[in-house]
């Protein structure tokens, strides 16, 4: 199949990690497929710990295609299943759930911060967060089991018992603060979703266009012409966010777009975060010092909603957006921007704000902030997160019983340990293999 050009290489093993240059023909006619490199991985010292060749061809489908006919007229090789390389390197301890499941983000990342989180994971920092809670839990184990088979007297000194007990109270807080991280890890590998809402022909649909930088919806000057949610998934900042576009907030008789606007009110009352777009010559007070809001937007604000003050052109001299504040709410320092979406004024600082706000809210670092030393969430999966929340039980547990109930503490730090492991894959991962791999990409 591979023809080395140097005929001596035929009678031995090929020089391992390097590339070579070779003629890769046909297994039975010996006709010529690319002029092409190939290089040996010896194992164990393999991505899969198995002996591997990776060959390296020009693209081109018809090259591809007759490259994988020649592969498939070999009785021994067989197309591999989607990330099955992956899983044979799990399997073999070269890589551990947390960063299998990192290695798929950073694939799939679509986002600059996305794939600094998924790099992160895929590097092991989740997997050395995770084991070092794990291995707190074990000493707090074993301090508790010394206390089985000896007792506090001549070989365990007295406390050791309260220490655990310490331990264990410190490590639950720490563990606790994890799971207190706003999703933040979650919201960043699956895309943060942000509706945008307001009155008719505020501005909402103008908006979302200018996001998705196409005319992605209708935008007319009749009332009600948005009806059904709009969904794209855009880069804001470096950000996934998943933005909807809702029907205009108001009350009507239209059977169809009263069926819209309860979608849209629904779908801002299950965003992360929203965007209120409001026209800034219809809403500013007399003075032009408060944002009056309209009465059906009123109670879908919420401290993460952002304000968007649009049609500023139609204004004369607008106020800073730091001396405006919105009635009822006075603590939204940050999160108001004024711009005109006709003329293009003020929306660029628009989205870079936002972009901003949400890695703030977030705590997240930037693309900008590559060179500072980057730290990947712990939870990044609701699966993490259902893992540490039983080990924080199994911990108020032990904590909850008497000295003299020792045995049934050891069992629930055991237990404890046992739910941590089952993140990183040292413990009964077989019925979640399948469900990670799934969406693999053939052969990796």
Same mark, same amino acid.
């Given at each position: ?17 390097? #590339?070579?240059?070779?003629?890769? =023909? ?111 839990? $074990? ?16 070989? $365990? ?60 919806? $209708? ?63 219809? =809403? ?30 139609? =204004? ?103 739910? #941590? ?11 979640? #293999? ?7 990409? $053939?052969?990796?």
């Amino acid at each position: 199949m591979v023809r080395a050009h140097n005929p001596q290489a035929r009678t031995r093993e090929p020089t391992p990690w390097k #590339l070579q240059r070779c003629r890769i =023909v046909h297994p039975e006619n010996e006709s010529l497929i690319d002029d092409g490199l190939a290089v040996y991985f010896r194992a164990p010292y393999s991505y899969t710990t198995h002996p591997t060749i990776e060959l390296h061809i020009h693209s081109g489908r018809a090259l591809i295609a007759a490259l994988l006919s020649s592969l498939s007229r070999i009785p021994s090789l067989r197309p591999a299943e989607s990330g099955e390389f992956t899983r044979q390197a799990l399997l073999a301890g070269r890589l551990d759930l947390t960063q299998v499941e990192g290695l798929h983000d950073l694939i799939e990342a679509d986002t600059e911060v996305q794939r600094i989180q998924a790099l992160g994971t895929a590097g092991g920092e989740t997997r050395a967060q995770y084991d070092s809670l794990r291995s707190q839990i $074990i000493h707090c184990l074993a301090q508790v089991e010394a206390l089985i088979d000896f007792g506090e007297g001549e070989d $365990i000194e007295e406390g050791v018992y309260d220490r655990a007990k310490a331990e264990a109270s410190t490590l639950l807080s720490q563990i606790q603060g994890h799971l207190a991280d706003s999703r933040k890890g979650e919201l960043v590998r699956s895309g943060i979703k942000m509706a945008i809402f307001g009155p008719p022909n505020a501005g909402k649909s103008s908006l979302f266009n200018y996001l998705a930088n196409r005319p992605a919806s $209708i935008v007319t000057p009749i009332p009600g012409t948005t009806r059904d949610v709009l969904e794209l998934t855009l880069d804001i900042g470096g950000l996934p966010v998943v933005v909807a576009d809702t029907a205009g907030l108001r009350r009507t008789d239209d059977v169809v777009e009263s069926i819209g606007v309860e979608r849209g009110t629904d779908a801002v009352k299950n965003a992360d975060f929203s965007v209120c777009v409001l026209p800034l010559s219809e =809403v500013l007070s007399s003075d032009g010092s408060t944002i009056a809001l309209p009465k059906d937007v009123q109670e879908l604000i919420t401290p993460h909603t952002y304000f968007l003050l649009n049609k500023a052109d139609l =204004v004369s001299n607008p106020l800073p957006t730091s001396n405006l504040v919105i009635d009822g709410h006075p603590d939204t320092a940050g999160r108001v921007w004024t711009a005109s979406l006709a003329t293009g004024e003020g929306t660029q600082a628009f989205v870079q704000g936002l972009a901003g706000a949400l890695m703030s809210q977030l705590n997240i670092n930037g693309p900008s902030a590559q060179s500072q030393e980057h730290h990947a969430p712990l939870v990044t999966r609701e699966r993490h997160r259902v893992h540490l929340e039983s080990a924080c039980r199994f911990l108020k547990a032990f904590l909850a019983l008497p000295p003299e109930d020792v045995v049934l503490g050891a069992e629930e730090l055991r237990y404890a340990a046992q739910a #941590l492991g089952r993140v990183t894959g040292d413990i009964g991962v077989e019925d979640v #293999l399948d469900a990670v791999f799934r969406d693999f990409c $053939i052969g990796k």
